[in-house]
């Protein structure tokens, strides 16, 4: 397993960093507030055709991989892009590998015109309820009771109150199509869904990188009695260990990715505790969340905190990457039942094992 880049994942690094450079950045997730959505943005990333770049090549995508899916998401995280691209890969992804999507709804997903977004919890009531960026998707893939569907629609445009100013939403599932029932439609939302995690743990490194960027920077500009703040201890201190807390939530997020892309079936991977052999791919993409979601409200926070006063003030970048690690992570569900969910998924294996 080597989990470093390839020579066209560095090319790719960098062109989508210089994409979320001139589409993304703090101005310009500022400006989409409250709404987090900037259409002129998202139209020109169609251009680079990253909204179905995921999509297999004999449905009319690009044939990325996974591995390839987290490179980007990392460079969209870093630049805290007011775009839905990790629910829109995830979703394109997701109906790409169902006969049942009808061709014409699934051209215009991959082609990035109709966005389209996936509810990550079931519905409640023929509700997708509090489904990420279903304020501003088209298409909304849902699990409905034993059935997956695709609620079509115009978007609201308009979100609910949130604290990372994110386009969340309610969405009725009323006239939607069944694209796949019973067994099957819960193990291809399963699957998407640590698609899901694993994209977003990869956006939570980005945006814990540029949190520590920012502080780094901040500290060395900042003076006070005659020398830069970062020559202080307590402020080393506080920024010294955050290398390492990203490298590692780094390397799981990509250790996800890469199992995600060795296992597309869902047949399972390994799960050896005594050995800490882990190959599993729920169980990795429940890992990274949980430890890339850790790592970026640690770096947020403490950047936040060298900042000082400045740190909550709207008008400083920080606040930004500071609201929207916390929103990322908690959007699915308390970070608390994630972890018990993924003690679950290690314990009845090593159950299983001595059984």
Known sequence: MDLALTNDQETLREVFTDVFAGQGGPERARAAE???FDPDAWGRLLETGAPGMGVAESRGGGGAT?????????????AIAPL???EHAVAARLLAGLDACPDGLLAG???GTEAATLALRPAVDGVAEACPAAAVATHVVALDDDRLVVASGEASMTALANHGCLPLAHRPLDGAIVVAE???AHAAHGRALDEWRTLTAAALVGNARTALDLAVEYV???HQFGRPIGAFQAVQQLLADLPGLLDGARLLAAKAAWSGDLDPDGNGGTIDLGTNDVTDFPALASMALVAAGEAAATATDRSLHVHGGYGFSEEYDIQLFYRRARAWALVLDDPARECRRLADLLLESAVGDAA
């Open 182 to 184: 019973g067994n099957a």
């Open 220 to 222: 060395k500009e900042r």
């Open 66 to 78: 996974l591995a390839d899916l987290a490179v980007v998401a990392e460079e969209y995280g870093a």
């Open 84 to 86: 839905p691209l990790v």
């Open 34 to 36: 409250p709404l987090g």
């Open 109 to 111: 997903v991959v082609e």
